[in-house]
T-cell receptor
């Protein structure tokens, strides 16, 4: 999983501010996934993107959260007007394709703390 | 509703012995199962997987067993080593949406030297 880069590793925001989390997939991977891990819980799927397309965002909260994966540059998970409940570890994963042979490779995560 | 359950939050095993981590699922549409391992401050790392057409898959010290009728799978690590101490996540997906991998809450394994 060393190939998937996430930054920042730690992010502190005050309530009401915006958080922007970045993910650069492994070289050659065009599929990106975002997960959220709340304390004492497993990873919850949020969104699946391919270049310039959101494929499945069924796990994204309806408000304040958005994601993009532009043609150039990293994938961005954006949280507007953060609240304390947004404090969690956010993991990005990438794969070369989808399907059972496309195991996902995870980045080290961004730990968001909302004060 | 938790579709993938790992009922043991933690497990301690002596070095050299077998570690058995259990996982249950509720969604009968799941047909592909994965185990990931996670060290603190790192992202999960893929460990081993199994398709529903099989009931066993082995890779070195790691073996995954699948019992479809019971909707149960288990990961066996033998012999266990101190470096195996980590959180293990069971995960599942369905052919209708392989992109959406559903993870269990994890089991923290401690291998005691």
């Amino acid at each position: 999983n060393a190939g998937v880069m996430q930054n920042p590793r730690h992010l502190v925001r005050r309530r009401g501010q915006e958080a922007r989390l970045r993910c650069s997939p492994m070289k050659g991977h065009s599929h990106v996934y975002w997960y959220r891990q709340l304390p004492e819980e497993g990873l919850k799927f949020m969104v699946y993107l391919q270049k310039e397309n959101i494929i499945d965002e069924s796990g994204m909260p309806k408000e304040r959260f958005s994601a993009e994966f532009p043609k150039e540059g990293p994938s961005i998970l954006r949280i507007q007007q953060v609240v304390r409940g947004d404090s969690a570890a956010y993991f990005c994963a990438s794969s070369p394709g989808t399907g059972p042979s496309g195991e996902q490779y995870f980045g080290p995560g961004t730990r968001l703390t909302v004060t | 509703d938790q579709q993938v359950k790992q009922n043991s939050p933690s497990l301690s095993v002596q070095e050299g012995r077998i570690s058995i981590l259990n996982c249950d699922y509720t969604n009968s549409m799941f047909d592909y199962f994965l185990w990931y391992k996670k060290y603190p401050a790192e992202g999960p790392t893929f460990l081993i997987s199994i398709s529903s057409i099989k009931d066993k898959n082995e890779d070195g010290r790691f073996t995954v067993f699948l019992n479809k009728s019971a909707k149960h799978l288990s990961l066996h690590i033998v012999p266990s080593q101190p470096g195996d101490s980590a959180v293990y996540f069971c995960a599942a997906s369905a052919k209708t949406s392989y992109d959406k991998v559903i993870f269990g809450p994890g089991t923290s394994l401690s291998v005691i030297p």
